[in-house]
């Protein structure tokens, strides 16, 4: 059984003024699998990491949720911080109630709530879904193919043999140039393309 841990932020006044943010963190300690849940007015902040750090090996969490802003801000700060308590960076997961709820329902905090408590409750459904994912590297082997010895395939496989590359190109036709070659003369200097 999955123990969800869930996290509200306040962002200072960013959230907490336009959303209820210790109503959100009530509504969803009734979430099913959530045995925790928070607000604190800084998150992203030391001490904020420290309350997801003890709560997690207090509860003994099996997944976290952080309802604060953009995950493009802080995604990586909350990935290091839970896998510093020893949770795989990947049972995390960010429900953006700043950007999509405060910001665009800043005059209707119940409503701003609502979205935030619905925000909130997908966010726990996926961490319920989450597995562990363990980062892989694969080895790659620097060469390109290109398909079609038209004009436009003979001058990308130049530009990328010029790259330092090699580079395999491969033509249906028995010969190279495409419907280029097929042409008498070419405009604007009506040259031969043979």
């Not at 099913?32 to 998150?43: H, I, L, Q, W």
Request: aromatic share 6%; charged share 25%.
């Amino acid at each position: 059984m999955k123990r969800i841990g869930v996290f509200v932020c306040h962002c200072g006044t960013n959230i907490a003024a336009a959303v209820d943010v210790a109503r959100v963190a009530e509504v969803a300690r009734t979430f099913p699998g959530v045995v925790f849940a928070t607000d604190y007015k800084y998150m992203c902040s030391e001490p904020g990491q420290g309350e997801i750090r003890k709560a997690i090996k207090e509860h003994k969490l099996t997944g976290v949720v952080v309802a604060s802003c953009t995950p493009r801000l802080h995604e990586p700060t909350f990935r290091k911080t839970v896998e510093s308590a020893g949770l795989n960076p990947y049972m995390l997961e960010i429900a953006n109630i700043r950007e999509q709820c405060a910001w665009v329902h800043s005059k209707e905090k119940e409503a701003a709530t609502r979205k935030a408590i619905d925000l909130v409750r997908m966010a726990v459904a996926k961490a319920l879904k989450n597995e562990e994912l363990h980062a892989a590297s694969i080895p790659i082997t620097k060469r390109a193919l290109v398909i079609g010895a038209g004009i436009a395939g003979m001058q990308a496989a130049l530009d990328i043999a010029d790259a330092g590359y090699e580079v395999v190109l491969v033509e249906r036709e028995s010969t190279i140039g495409g419907k280029m070659a097929m042409l008498d003369k070419t405009f604007p200097t009506l040259d031969c393309s043979a």
